[in-house]
Each structure stands twice: as C-alpha cells, then as structure tokens.
C-alpha cells in the first residue's frame, strides 16, 4: 500500500475526537462514527436539555441515541492493525484557514477540537485532554471550536463577561456595575441565560406545538382533497351517465317522430296514389270516348251516323275534384310546432336547472374558511364589474358608461315593455348572478338604495314591499342620503350611525351566508353586516328616488368575477 493510501486510511479509520485509530467504534444515526467512550464523553459534557450533536456535522438528536458497536467497523479496524495501520499522523490535524486553531500549538497549530468558556482558549485534541484528567479544569465549560471567543472579554476592563445587565440587555464584566452600568439591574449571565433558555424552550413548545397543529391541518387537507377527487369524479361518472340517459330518450323521441312522421307520409302518399291512378284511368276512358266521338262526328253518312249514334255508351261517373285539397307544403307544420314547443320547453327547464346546478357547485368549497378581509386590498382580491341590465330599469332610469349608471329623470327613458322591468318602483338589477365572494362599490348622490335580491322578486305593484328594495323577503338594501344611512329587510328598517361617504363598498360571502356594507374613503368603516343564508343566486341593485339622484358602478380592476 502506497504511502497515499495508508494516510487515506489511516483518516478514514480514526476518531474525530481523540485522533487515534477507533476504539469500540460506534456510529451514530448521521453515519460518522468514534470512540464509543469518546462520543459518550463529549455527550455528557454538552448535555443541553436532551439535545445532541454530532462533533463533526452538527447534525442535532433527540433523544440521545442508544449506541452499539460496530462490529464490522471494530473487525475491520483490528485487521487494519495488524497490517501495520496506526494513528492518523499529525499533519492531517494542521488548522486551515478556516479551521479555529490550537492556541496552545507552538509552530504550525493543530485545529482545535474545543473551545473553553472559562478559559477563553482553543485546545487541539492533544492540549484539551488536562479539561479531561484535572479535577479543577473538568468544571470548565467547553463548547466546538469558536473564532469569537473574545467577544466575551469586556473591551473597558479586560475582563470575562460573566455578567447580564437587563437595563441595557447586554453582557458586561463583575466591574462594569461599579461605573458604567451602576445602578443598573444586573445579573448572572448564567442566570439571564437560564431563564432566556426556559423562555426559549416556551417558544420552542409552541412552535411545536404549532408544527403538530398544522400537520394535523395538511392531513386533514390531504384527506379532503382526496375526498374531493373521490366525489368529483363519482359526480362526474354519474352526470355524464344521466346526461347520457337524457340524449338517449330524445334520440328515442327524436326517432319515434321520424317513424311516425314518415309512417303517416306513406299512409297519405298511398292515398294521394290511389287517387291518382284513378283519375288517370279516367283520363284513358275520356280520350277513348272522344276518339269515338270523334269518329262518328266525322261520318259524312247521314244513314250511317244515325245508326250508330244510339250505340254510343254512357260515361262513367267522374271522381269530383272538389274532393281533392291541396295543402302545399304545410301537411306537418303542427308536428314542427309542437317539437319547437318541445324545445322551448326543455330550454326554459335546462336554464333553470343549471343555475341551480351552478349554485350547488360554488358551494363546494374545498379550502378552509377564509376570514372576512381586513383591508380594501384584501377586498379587492374579490372585485368583480358590475353592469346593469336593460331590461330591468324602470322606465325613468337613464343607463349610461356601459350601463354602469343610473341616473332618475323626469321623462320616461323607454317605451318598451319586459316582463323583467320594474314598474313600481324606480330600480334596476345587474345583469350578473352572483355567487361565491364578490366584492363591488357604487358611488352615488343625493339619495340612493345600494342593495342585492333575488332575481325572483316583484316588477311591479303599488305598494312598496311588493317591489321595494329592503321591504321583502328577497332583498336587503342600505339607504344612503347626506342625512345618515338605515338597513332594511322584510320592511325592517334600522338606523346605522357611521362616518358620511359618497362611496359604498358591497362584500357577500354567498355560501358563508355574509353581507356587508363598508364606507370607503380613506379607510373602509363597517356600516352594517347580515349573516343569513341565501338560497338563490343575488344580483346587484339600486334604487334612486329623484331627479338628479344617480349611483355608479366602479369599473374595479379584475379580480375574482362573479358566476354569470
């Protein structure tokens, strides 16, 4: 074995700690193995609080671990022995420039295996093993090789900082209280230490404790999302199933109408045939009578013509043409009517079931609650545009920017007629249904109703709680005027004192069952929140009361849109 060799093992089989060639060798859960008596010994000296380290990697245990010897390493290591192998030679200890070095080393320095806090020196395996044999040095503190060993030295008195002083929460020397920190409250730097420790090991617990906390939470995630998957896609297989079931019986009617249509097509058509080559027939007969006729009209024999004029058959009855309708092309119209009929029908159905469907969907909610947001950025996260509908607005109600405001005049805006229009009262609704978290703002003057319903609610009506916002069961509305603001619902209304301001933040947590009515300006101050359930879908609104009363739609920057 090349002398690069040996030195490569002799390295690879010796203790980090006593530099020698390993003794009853043991290796710890990190891999790096030692001195049985070696890393028992180093454990014992830097016992802090059940926590364990390995002197070469640093690597942290706790428990402390339970060690074996390593019978391969040990049977190894012998053999090595008896080829000659010894201790790792002292140049492979030299400190390197970024090593902490042997103080004690006279010439080239070893690297220090351990620094000592009362001493405030580094010793090289060599130069430590007094802390190890000598009664008064076995009470010293050791600890892995520190470069900053000085920074306990007090830089006025020259001294070993042993000393805390909480008033200015520093290290300090026994002499610092006589001058600079006199008066002070000062301690042990032991004792500081000690209760900083119980107060870190507090802070450790609860860290901790959070730690089990929130991998308990990722579990149960873990479990839902799974949960989700398994439901989404049963919900999945069972729709396109039903889907399926649903295409199949109107490709069964679908067919059933084409037999049936084509069934009676033949049914007519053999009729119209029959008829046909009746009247054809006919026809014959008629053209060979004339033939005759014309024969014996064309006899210049008197004698002749009056002896077989007597002689000439009667006609046949003629089929009447009166009998025979003809419908150009409108024989199936009615069955044409009747399917669209058909199709209208299942359209209207297939509206009304999907908006339902589409509920039902946005109450999934596959995350944990989130907290009503704390800031206009937080709300902001759920802004969605909102524009008004047409086809809703009363007929004094002027839409303009997009349809995102409404303004009252004093001449009607429309003459046309919708069965969505409100009549008795001067309202509109958003074109959007909305569902999940929307946020929204509305900027109004003078006097108006910013407030959300069901799609369902009255168009008209004289008394005000057929159609009002805030006097049903179907809206809740917040008044606004200079003079203060009220809520209202199911024609209760309660007064909300508030700071004033032209601006009106909307946030609903639909599936939560929240919605709340903030003051923007500045700051958003909470004027009024409702928690209920809502069982449909909502929709926008406002209400303005007189001429020159307008509310706005803020033309928000995208966030989360709502479910149109």
Known sequence: MDQKGDELDRETFSCAICLDLLKDPVTIPCGHSYCMKCIKTDWDQRDQRGIYSCPQCRETFTPRPVLKKNTMLAALVEQLKKTGLQAAPVDLCYAGPEDVACDFCSG?????????????????????????????????????????????????????????????QKCICYLCPVDEHKGHDTVSAAAERTERQRELEVRRENIQQRIQDREKDVKLLQQELEAIKHSADKTVEDSEKIFTQ??????????????????????????????????????TELKRKDAELKQLSDTEDHNQFLHNYPSLSALSESTHSSSI???PLSYFEDVTAAVSELRDQLQDILRDTWTNISLRLTEVDVSLSEPEPKSRAGFLRYSCEITLDPNTAHRKLLLSEGNRKVTFMDQPQSDSSHPDRFTGCPQVLSRESLTGRCYWEVE?????IVAVAYKNISRAGGARNECGFGDNDKSWALYCSKNGCQFGHNRIWTSISGPGSSRVGVYLDHRAGILSFYSVSETMTLLHRVQTTFT????????????????EFDKMKKGKNPQK
Not at 260 to 279: A, C, D, H, N, W
Not at 536 to 551: I, T
């Open 108 to 168: 080239k320095k070893r690297k220090a295996t351990k620094s000592c806090l009362v001493c405030l020196t580094s010793f090289c395996q060599k130069h430590l093993q007094p802390h190890y044999d000598v009664a008064p040095l076995k009470k010293h503190k050791l600890m892995e090789p520190s470069k900053n060993l000085q920074e306990n030295i007090c830089s006025r008195h020259d001294e070993v900082m042993k000393m805390f002083c909480r008033t200015d």
């Open 246 to 283: 649903l295409i199949r019986l109107i490709q069964k009617r679908s067919s059933d109408v084409k037999q049936q249509i084509r069934s009676q097509q033949e049914t007519e058509g053999s009729r119209v045939k029959e008829l046909q080559e009746k009247l054809e027939q006919e026809i």
């Open 325 to 327: 309708k003809i419908r």
């Open 444 to 448: 109004w003057r003078k006097g108006v």
């Open 536 to 551: 449909q879908p909502l929709h926008a609104g406002v209400w303005v009361f007189n001429f020159g009363d307008s509310a």
